[in-house]
């Protein structure tokens, strides 16, 4: 049974800093990447970053771009989004989701879901 489940998420201030954590299991090696979205209340689920099973590649939203960093442990299954230079419209309910094209930051490209983790950057 596929399972991605997300932890890391809390509480802080704007500059400040989080890791997120999406630890997988039950895959096939099937899907071509690991991605982070993110969903803020009243707002449409954004693509955040992903990276491909293949290659590492990665990838960025505009809004994230020199501040987020995605990696991955191949040895924990476990894909991480480490966040800098937070800010208050950062705050969502951050997912990782494996999908069929890692290039496109889109949830319509993504198969399996995790539960969602709560980020929030306030002072």
């Known amino acids: 049974q596929v399972q991605l489940v997300e932890s890391g998420g809390g509480l802080v201030q704007p500059g400040g800093s989080l890791r997120l954590s999406c630890a997988a299991s039950?895959?096939?090696?099937?899907?071509?990447?690991i991605g982070w979205f993110r969903q803020a209340p009243g707002k449409e689920r954004e693509g955040v970053s992903s990276i491909r099973n293949s290659d590492g590649s990665t990838y960025y939203a505009d809004s994230v771009k020199g501040r987020f960093t995605i990696s991955r442990d191949n040895h924990k299954n476990t894909v991480y989004l480490q966040m800098g230079s937070l800010k208050p419209e950062d705050t969502a309910v951050y997912y990782c989701?494996?999908?069929?094209?890692?290039?496109?930051?889109?949830?319509?490209?993504?198969?399996?879901w995790g539960q969602g983790t709560q980020v929030t950057v306030s002072s």
């Open positions: 039950g895959f096939t090696l099937d899907y071509d990447a």
């Open positions: 989701a494996a999908g069929r094209a890692g290039w496109i930051l889109e949830a319509d490209y993504y198969d399996y």
